[in-house]
Structures are given as structure tokens and as C-alpha cells.
């Protein structure tokens, strides 16, 4: 259920969060308690995580019904929505197609920002055909306003962003094509960090990157 049509139930977006989680947990794009997932439900409330629970573990009771303004509308059990809904929400009020959102912390994606490094976008061209630049956000205090205040100034023109020194945040029409976005820049940073330890980066020829960004906004985009 990833692939959630328009007309999904509240249940099947709430198994749907359950099923990213678990994915997420098993491939180590999330640990602990960490990361966060969110789906809109409709153009007032969101389905989103609560606080403090493993994305591995999640059932399908433990999600918070909220507003675009974070006030719980309902909620099965007493936790707490995630901390860092405000960050969510941003993107939900700046982007009426997205409909899944997903805060993740991929160990190598994660570990470019540490060493302050830029995503790299062209070393592999399907990253070039399918999503472009991935920006890197200022730091910004972990389960606070600033999260939201930092993705601000991107959210519009990107679908992929990396928090500094705090993981990513992906989003699309569904969960599945959010998850895709994380498995991609997972994979490049990871092929990327790799590369590094045996020697040179190639880049994709500037020709060829050209093409490929002219593919995207002709068939990837809108």
C-alpha cells in the first residue's frame, strides 16, 4: 500500500506508514526512534508517527490524526505526535501535490553533511534524469521550530533535501515514491563514499548531464 491511491481509507494509509517503517528500519535508513513519517489524509488533517517509537515497530493504532496547524484531532492511544511535525507541515502547506512525507537518517546520505560535503548529483546519471540537486540545509535543532524554518527556502523546487547533521527529508504523491527518493540518495552517497576510498570521483561528462536534465524536465517533471 506505498502506492496509495487517492481514495485510500485512513486504515490503508495507516498500514501503508506501518509498512514504510518497517522497510526503512530493515534497510538501516532509520535507527532507534529516530525518523519520522507522515501522509495527508485530506487537504486539513495528516496522518503522522508518534514521538519515541521504533519506525520498525510501529502498529497500525499508534499514528496521531492532526491539523495543518499540529493540533491533534484524534489519536488511538495516549502518545504524543513526532516533535518534528512542524517540519511536515511545511512541506504540506508549500506543496498541495505532495502526500507523503519522510524524515529518515541514511548512514552515508547523513554522512556527507557531517563532513560538509555537497550531495553529489552527478556521478550517476539516473540521479540526474529522475531528481537533480539534493540541497543541504543550514543546522538546525533536532524536534524544533527551526527544522521547518530551514527546508523553507527549498521545499517548492526540490522533492529531496538533507537535514545537516540530521538525516533527509523526502516526499511525493505517495509513500512509495518518498521511500524511492531515500533509497536514491542512499545508494548514490553510499556508491560515492566508495569511490572516494579507492581513488578518483568520475563525473558524468557535462554533455551527457545536459541531456539528462533536459530528459528530466521534459518526462520527470510536473
Given at each position: 500500500?506505498?502506492?496509495?491511491?487517492?481514495?485510500?481509507?485512513?486504515?490503508?494509509?495507516?498500514?501503508?506508514?506501518?509498512?514504510?517503517?518497517?522497510?526503512s528500519?530493515?534497510?538501516?535508513?532509520?535507527?532507534?526512534?529516530?525518523?519520522?513519517?507522515?501522509?495527508?489524509?485530506?487537504?486539513?488533517?495528516?496522518?503522522?508517527?508518534?514521538?519515541?517509537?521504533?519506525?520498525?515497530?510501529?502498529?497500525?493504532?499508534d499514528m496521531?490524526?492532526?491539523?495543518?496547524?499540529?493540533?491533534?484531532?484524534?489519536?488511538?492511544?495516549?502518545?504524543?505526535?513526532?516533535?518534528?511535525?512542524?517540519?511536515?507541515?511545511e512541506?504540506y502547506?508549500?506543496?498541495?501535490?505532495?502526500?507523503?512525507v519522510?524524515h529518515?537518517?541514511?548512514?552515508?546520505a547523513?554522512?556527507?553533511?557531517?563532513?560538509?560535503?555537497?550531495?553529489?548529483?552527478?556521478v550517476?546519471?539516473?540521479?540526474?534524469?529522475?531528481?537533480?540537486?539534493?540541497?543541504?540545509?543550514?543546522?538546525?535543532?533536532?524536534s524544533?521550530?527551526?527544522d521547518?524554518?530551514?527546508?523553507?527556502?527549498f521545499?517548492?523546487?526540490?522533492?529531496?533535501?538533507?537535514?545537516?547533521?540530521?538525516?533527509?527529508?523526502?516526499?511525493?504523491k505517495?509513500?512509495?515514491?518518498?521511500l524511492?527518493?531515500?533509497?536514491?540518495?542512499e545508494?548514490?552517497?553510499?556508491?560515492?563514499w566508495?569511490?572516494?576510498?579507492?581513488?578518483?570521483?568520475?563525473r558524468?561528462?557535462?554533455?551527457?548531464q545536459?541531456?539528462?536534465?533536459?530528459?528530466?524536465?521534459?518526462?520527470?517533471?510536473?
Open positions: 500500500m506505498l502506492n496509495f491511491p487517492s481514495f485510500a481509507t485512513e486504515n490503508d494509509l495507516r498500514q501503508a506508514i506501518v509498512d514504510c517503517g518497517r522497510i528500519y530493515e534497510r538501516h535508513l532509520m535507527t532507534s526512534s529516530d525518523g519520522n513519517i507522515s501522509v495527508r489524509m485530506n487537504d486539513a488533517h495528516i496522518l503522522i508517527t508518534p514521538s519515541g517509537i521504533s519506525k520498525g515497530r510501529l502498529s497500525m493504532d496521531l490524526v492532526v491539523d495543518l496547524e499540529g493540533n491533534i484531532i484524534s489519536s488511538r492511544t495516549d502518545r504524543k505526535p513526532s516533535s518534528e511535525t512542524p517540519m511536515h507541515l512541506v502547506k508549500q506543496r498541495e501535490d505532495v502526500h507523503a519522510l529518515a537518517h541514511p548512514i552515508f547523513t554522512t556527507l553533511t557531517v563532513a560538509d560535503l555537497e550531495f553529489p548529483m552527478d550517476l546519471p539516473e540521479v540526474l534524469l529522475t531528481m537533480g540537486a539534493v540541497p543541504v540545509t543550514n543546522y538546525a535543532t533536532p524544533s521550530h527551526e521547518a524554518e530551514v527546508i523553507r527556502p521545499v517548492k523546487d526540490h522533492n529531496a533535501l538533507l537535514l545537516r547533521q540530521h538525516g533527509s527529508l523526502t516526499y511525493g505517495n509513500l512509495d515514491e518518498a524511492i527518493h531515500l533509497e536514491r540518495i545508494h548514490v552517497s553510499e556508491i560515492y566508495r569511490a572516494k576510498m579507492l581513488g578518483t570521483v568520475k558524468v561528462p557535462l554533455e551527457a545536459a541531456q539528462l536534465i533536459a530528459l528530466r524536465e521534459k518526462y520527470f517533471k510536473g
